[in-house]
């Protein structure tokens, strides 16, 4: 058991900071009711602006420096900060026309006016902004300084003509200064991944301020197209320096390119030995010739990790793990590693070759035993499994797998009928399953496509024969800058057309932290009464199914501006588990709702969701032959996690 001892000088700063905070929040508040016939500072109380058709007030907002208090600050007094100053509004205006000229509009005019409130020393300040023509591209040529054969192939090159037709100056397009180095960089970039790691891109443009146009013209000179012919790698290497090389997917002769060093280095970093990478072009004679060097720091080679984590379902989790990330010299690392919780024990090896036939396939290969301890039923399980894994894309990921296990399963309550009370059997199964993700950043975007397909027994070598479908679709759709709507849907299938029941661990359930909320773990769905020994009902013991469907729908919202690292959410949630495809109709989808807080904890967002059952079945509030033996807690789930529910 962990103690928090609680001190006395703990109890004296508590109340320090409760005595602080209300004197923030109340002594200032006292100004409303000064008496304001004194002279005050003038305080800025509003900004807008007028006239501006291209850009929002919201954009110009952030242009100038000059700000006016938020509400919280102005309800409670908290403004000292924000006086006007009329030098900063010149100023203002200078940054205003600089921001439109930039943009393409040479001919701008901005002026202020400042307007006494009702109380004279609040001021409201409004800028009127005069856009004038925009300046516009009357033309925009593209000339190449190379030989004829050399002009044909940029110009019939789909990157090229990617890039012609995409770029900030087109003929028709504002021409705004600002965008120069983005066009320049579009360029230059292009010419290097056609082969030519030294280009020169330059843009010269005539501008008639009369007529508002502009003449553009982009020139490139590619130079010579150039091939990697040797490597020079910094930083101490346990592995032979051809492991690495290889890792890179780059061979002598190669035409340069530098999608491929991008792709390179991403390579190198997500190799399990190297913690930092980096390919670079040190300085060289600017030929046909290439070398790269290649900065690495790798791992130490032997770790031990571990970690705790608290939950509503499994109470407390933990897991441990000790790593030998280089084995024999070969960048194989192998692994010993055990968690524990008061649902699942776990315990196994692992054995991960990280390059099979090119740096995005790997093989691992687990040994492993387990003891999960489920409401209807105790599993002991023992077995291997070798996945061979690839990944195309950053985004992507497909892998096949094959395991066997020798499993024993045992009905945990002797006073519910079961199919089986103890099974004994064994699971040989081919898993192909893929990854899709639209979103390459931190923050979830677009869609995540999970499918899989599991085929059991296919030789008969099982103790059952099965195809197992599943698909998880979800959507994070961005509202606002702080407000995200997510959505999952999930379903599966068991095909099985044997006699015998398939085994507990087998079957589809529903329900818990991180499925549809209000029910607790596995306990949406079909389920049997248990009874007590005296044959008095006890509770319902869920027993799956062989098909599932569920969705989730929910709203969250950052408070960062108002409580850092905080959130909200709130959540509508459905499914059902049903015998087979074909008795879909015998139970309808079940809903629950609720709302939640988010904390982003440096692990991970911390979450507590509180959800409500709409339509919760008999079994659901613990009602058997008409007799209530439940409470009105029933319809109500606490759900209590770290990580977001999907």
């Known amino acids: 058991m962990i103690r928090f001892p609680i001190k006395l000088n703990h109890i004296i700063k508590a109340k320090y900071f409760f005595i602080s905070s209300l004197l923030f929040f109340v002594l200032p508040s006292s100004s409303l009711f000064a008496n304001d016939n004194g002279e005050r500072e003038p305080i800025v109380w509003k900004i807008s602006f007028e006239g501006n058709e291209e850009y929002r007030s919201m954009v110009l907002h952030q242009v100038i420096a000059t700000s006016r208090p938020p509400v919280l600050r102005k ?58 023509s925009s300046m ?78 502009a003449d553009i013209r982009i020139k490139l000179k590619p130079n010579s197209k150039t091939f990697f012919t040797d490597f020079e790698i910094e930083g101490d290497l346990t592995v032979p320096e051809r492991v690495l090389i290889r890792q890179t997917d780059i061979k002598p002769g190669d035409v340069y390119s530098r999608r491929q060093i991008q792709a390179s280095q991403r390579s190198i970093f997500n190799h399990h030995l190297f913690r930092f990478a980096t390919i670079t072009l040190p300085e060289q004679e600017k030929d046909s010739t290439l070398t790269a060097l290649i900065r690495v720091r790798e ?36 692994g010993v590693n055990a968690r524990a919780s008061f649902i699942e024990q776990r315990v196994g090896t692992n054995y991960l070759i990280p390059y099979i036939f090119n740096s995005r396939s790997s093989n691992v290969t687990s040994i492993f035993g387990l003891h999960r301890l489920e409401p ?72 995540v496509v999970q499918p899989s397909a599991e085929f059991s027994g296919t030789f008969g070598e099982a103790s059952f024969t099965f195809q197992k479908f599943n698909l998880d679709v979800r959507r994070f759709t961005p509202v606002t800058n702080s407000l995200t709507f997510a959505k999952r849907v999930n379903g599966g299938v068991i095909f099985y057309n044997q006699d015998e029941s398939l085994p507990a661990n087998v079957r589809y359930y529903s329900g818990g932290t991180n499925s549809v909320r209000g029910w607790t773990r596995q306990s949406l769905g079909p389920s049997l009464p248990a009874f007590r020994e005296d044959g008095s009902f006890s509770e319902y013991i869920p027993i799956g199914g062989r098909a599932t469907f569920s969705f989730n729908m929910e709203l969250r919202q950052q408070l ?10 709130a959540f509508l949630d459905g499914g059902q588990v049903w015998s087979g495809i074909r008795a879909i109709d015998e139970r309808p989808v079940q809903f629950g709702a609720g709302g939640g807080i988010r904390y982003q904890s440096p692990i991970g967002p911390v979450r507590v969701d509180f959800a409500y059952k709409i339509n919760p079945s008999d079994e659901d509030l613990n009602i058997y032959a008409g007799q209530d033996f439940g409470s009105g807690w029933d319809r109500i789930g606490i759900h209590f996690s770290i990580g977001q529910a999907f």
């Open 299 to 334: 791992y130490p080679l032997r770790t031990v990790e571990a970690s705790i984590g608290f939950g509503r379902e499994e109470i407390v989790r933990g897991q441990a793990a000790w790593r030998h990330r280089n084995i024999n010299g070969t960048g194989h690392r192998f």
């Open 376 to 447: 209807a039923y105790e599993l002991f399980q023992a077995g291997f499994n070798s996945g061979l894994i690839y990944q195309p894309r950053r985004n992507q990921t497909a892998s096949l797998s094959y395991e066997f296990s020798i499993n024993e399963e045992l009905s945990r309550d002797q006073g519910v009928q079961l199919p089986d009370s103890i099974l004994n059997y064994t699971i040989s199964s081919f898993t192909i399953s893929g990854y899709y993700s639209e979103g390459l950043s931190r923050d979830q975007r677009g869609w």
């Open 560 to 569: 960062t501006q108002i409580i850092p690292n905080f959130g909200i959410a």
């Open 75 to 132: 309800v409670f007094g908290r403004h000292s900060e924000f006086v006007l100053n009329e030098t900063e509004l010149r100023r203002d205006v200078v940054r205003l026309e600089r921001y439109y000229q930039r943009r393409g509009y040479p001919n701008v005019q901005v002026r202020y006016e400042i307007e006494d409130r009702r109380r004279e020393w609040r001021k409201n300040v409004t800028f009127y902004i005069q856009e004038g």
């Open 136 to 213: 516009r591209i009357s033309s925009s040529v593209i000339e190449i300084d190379a030989d004829d054969q050399t002009k044909r192939e940029i110009r019939e090159a789909r990157e090229f003509i990617r890039t012609a037709e995409r770029h900030d100056y087109r003929e028709g397009r504002r021409y705004q200064l600002i965008r120069q180095p983005d066009v320049e960089g579009a360029f230059r970039e292009m010419l290097e991944n056609l082969g030519y790691a030294w280009p020169e891109v330059s843009i010269e443009a005539e501008e008639d301020s009369l007529s508002n146009r």
